[in-house]
């Protein structure tokens, strides 16, 4: 039985391991997307943003379909990875662009992790799901730099973020999202939650 600690570790230092030595590329685990109702077990944010959704032989498939509709507004490539248990349910419920990646463990314990499938452009990134990823204080930067002033930068968030996306296309929301999420300080430390109430746990990633 693979356990999502293990298969979370086998990414981390065998897929990933590279772009953990990349220092332009921010690896976060339990993103909170849609402001905190979704977690996307695994972030890869650099020139793009990658989210990895892993199955393990613990799990079930009960919760993919509303998983995958949240991936599927914010990341440009997006995959799961899971056991020979799931395989089969999951490619029926998975778009035609997402990624799968098989986990096996070999006779020596080790993990080996094999592309099923490999993941293709979002065709729909959600430019209001993405700057749903910025905080406030970030939001009314853009927003500022923009030339909005006064009153035009209150009111709730998701009105800010309307104002946003009306005045930006989507690659310049996703390009400012990465770029803030790539500039946070201490977002990492768990004594240290955000303006919007997120914490994430630090991890060997850190």
Known sequence: MLSDAAIRSGLRGKRL?????????????ELGIDHGNLRADIAVINGRMTGYEIKSDQDSLVRLPSQVAGYSRVFDYAHLVTTRRHLGGAEAILPPWWGIIAVTAGPDGSLRFRTMRRGLPNPRVSAIAVAGLLWRDEVIAALRDLGLR???????RASLYMSLVRRATTDQVAALVRECLRARVGWRDPSRPSPDGDSFRRTAMS
Not at 17 to 29: A, F, K, N, W
Not at 150 to 155: C, D, F, N, S
Request: aromatic share 0%; proline share 5%; glycine share 16%.
């Open 17 to 29: 391991h590279r772009l953990r030595l990349d220092p332009g590329t921010l690896i976060v685990e």
């Open 150 to 156: 006064g009153t035009q930068l209150r009111g709730e």
